[in-house]
């Protein structure tokens, strides 16, 4: 449910509404026309929400699930593997 804001339109209100206050609703609930606490008119103010993450991050183990392979910058054209499948380490000097 999300968590919607509101705050006095009128003159008069109390210290509940004055500022703004937070209510969980329904996203089929009407929005309140007037405070809880004192009965003066409100308005729902406009927020920005707050999405959950549910992609899959770029940690190790995460990486390895999802079939990839990382590599870490160990000296100038040097890369050594830290997940995946894969060499374990990338060059692009060349063998003496």
Known sequence: MPIYEYHATGKKSCEHCAET????????DKSL???P????PVSRKVSLPSPSNSNPTLQQGELEKHGFTQFKKVEKGVYEKTAGKGP?????KEDP
Request: proline share 0%; net charge positive.
């Open 21 to 28: 206050f937070e209510i969980m609703q329904k996203l089929s």
């Open 37 to 40: 606490v004192c009965h003066h």
């Open 33 to 35: 026309k007037s405070c």
């Open 88 to 92: 374990r380490y990338i060059s692009d």
